[in-house]
Structure formats: C-alpha cells, structure tokens
C-alpha cells in the first residue's frame, strides 16, 4: 500500500518533532506549558502543527488508495505533503525563521489536501454516472 509508505514516513517525522519537544523540555525543566521559552514555543507549534494537518491527509490518502487511484498521483500527493511539513516544520524550529519556507511548506501541505480532496470528491460523484 502507497499510503503505508507516506503514513510511516509521517509517523517518523513525528517522533522527530516530539523527540525535540521533549529534549528542550528536559533541558529548560518545563513539564507543562512552555514557560516563556521561545525554543520551546517553536518546538511544541511545529509538533503541534504537523499533528493538526497530518492525520486528515493520511486520511483522504488511504481514502484515495482505496478508490483505486493511479499510484503516480498518490505518490505526487504523498511526497509534496511530506515535503511541506518538512519545509515547515524546519522553518518554525529554525532561530531565524525562514517565512519563505513556512510558507512554501504550508502550499506544498495544502496543494496535497487540496488535490485529494478533489480526487476522492471525483471518485465518489464518478460512481454514479455509470448507474
């Protein structure tokens, strides 16, 4: 299954993000909250971010896979979705931060959503033009 490749993937980068967060946690002494540390604030938004985005694309990709999707698009859908929460994940964590590649993570993240969104919609309305 293509989406068991991206949702793997995905669940590494988490136990990056979360790795991280918990890293400055011990080292700042904050159990709760972020105590106005802002290396913590970043962490803690990147974690929390890429949790708020990625389960719903996993969903509509699994979704998509199911509905017998070309792999070529799945695997265009999965790798930009990847790479956007890379991108954005390393522009919040970065001491400067890069708004270009937020920004640039965040498209590449959404244009996935988006454009499974569409396919999935286009499979189910399809079903029933050859009723």
Request: net charge positive; proline share 1%.
């Amino acid at each position: 299954m293509i989406s068991s490749l991206y949702a793997s993937l995905l669940a590494v980068i988490f136990l990056i993000l979360t790795i991280k967060v918990v890293k400055i946690r011990k080292s700042a002494k904050v159990s709760i909250g972020d105590a106005g540390n802002l290396a913590l604030q970043k962490a803690i938004r990147a974690q929390g971010n890429f949790c708020e985005s990625t389960p719903i694309a996993v969903i509509l990709l699994i979704l998509a896979e199911a509905s017998m999707a070309s792999s070529l698009i799945l695997h265009f859908c999965g790798i930009i979705f990847v790479l956007g929460r890379i991108f954005h994940a390393i522009a919040i964590n970065s001491e400067k931060e890069d708004f270009r590649f937020r920004v640039g993570g965040m498209v590449l993240s959404l244009t996935s959503i988006i454009l499974l969104i569409l396919l999935n919609l286009s499979f189910y309305f399809s079903s029933f033009s050859g009723a």
